[in-house]
């Protein structure tokens, strides 16, 4: 079945830097790819999405280019904030009926001032 | 916008007791989830529901039970709840036939 992989955290950054989480998947197919945040003590957001390849996806400053070459979903964000510390996950459908998701484990991101 | 929402923020249950978590869409979503989410195991789907009455099993569905008479709520229950069921219970929604959910705050339960 379909799955997702990213790296591990806590990715800890100081405010500004250039920030990067990867994510790659195993699928049958091109599904689409999600990136979702989540703040503390909150639930999970959609930060954005991917629907085919070569798709790039964006959002309050974030992007991620789906890449079928190299089955990657990588976040990006060029200078980030105090504001951005949460836990990312990426996901994928799946496959099958109902719109399960399968999530990664998350990436902790901490941005210190 | 899509609303979920989640009965309590916050929950502290006593071992054997029944718990009840509610989950409320707005958006008249087919499909509804229950997730829990532990440090470093990320989420697990408990149940899932794709119209009312129906649900099916998730990863990790032993000691939980779910409930859908309507549409727009979706309930998880803890028959007796255990301390091993302490954790973070996430609620989403999404439309029939496509992927994107939307999840509620979260419920905090702990169990002592």
Known sequence: GNSVTQMEGPVTLSE?????????????GYPSLFWYVQYPGEGLQLLLKATKADDKGSNKGFEATYRKETTSFHLEKGSVQVSDSAVYFCALPLGGSWGKLQFGAGTQVVVTP | ??????????????????????????????????????????????????????????????????????????????ESASTNQTSMYLCASSRGGVETQYFGPGTRLLVL
């Not at chain 2, 958006?27 to 470093?40: A, K, L, T, V």
Request: proline share 2%; net charge neutral; hydrophobic share 35%.
């Open chain 1, 16 to 28: 500004e830097a250039f920030l990067t989480i990867n994510c790659t998947y195993t699928a049958t």
């Open chain 2, 1 to 78: 916008d899509v609303k979920v929402t989640q009965s309590s923020r916050y929950l502290v249950k006593r071992t054997g007791e029944k718990v009840f978590l509610e989950c409320v869409q707005d958006m008249d979503h087919e499909n509804m989830f229950w997730y829990r989410q532990d440090p470093g195991l990320g989420l697990r789907l408990i149940y899932f529901s794709y119209d009312v009455k129906m649900k099916e099993k998730g990863d990790i569905p032993e000691g939980y039970s779910v409930s859908r008479e309507k549409k727009e709520r979706f309930s998880l229950i803890l």
